[in-house]
C-alpha cells in the first residue's frame, strides 16, 4: 500500500435521511485522534500514514424493519 504524508479521519452523518461521508486531514495521529473523538458521528474512522485503521468509535445501535 502506498504511503500517505498525512493522518484521516473519515466520519459518516445522517443529515435530513441522507447519509453524508466527511474527510478531514491531519499531520499528527494525536489530532486526528482527538478531532475524531469529538464528534457526533454515526461513524468515524482514524487512517495512519499507511491508509490503516487506526481507530474508530460510533453508533453501534440499529434500527431493523422486521
Do not use: P, R
Amino acid at each position: 500500500m502506498s504511503k500517505h504524508s498525512h493522518h484521516k479521519v473519515v466520519s459518516q452523518h445522517w443529515y435530513n435521511g441522507e447519509l453524508l461521508t466527511l474527510e478531514n486531514i491531519f499531520v499528527s495521529s494525536l489530532d486526528a485522534i482527538n478531532f475524531a473523538n469529538s464528534l457526533n458521528s454515526h461513524t468515524v474512522k482514524v487512517y495512519d500514514l499507511d491508509g490503516e485503521v487506526v481507530h474508530s468509535a460510533g453508533a453501534v445501535e440499529t434500527n431493523t424493519y422486521a
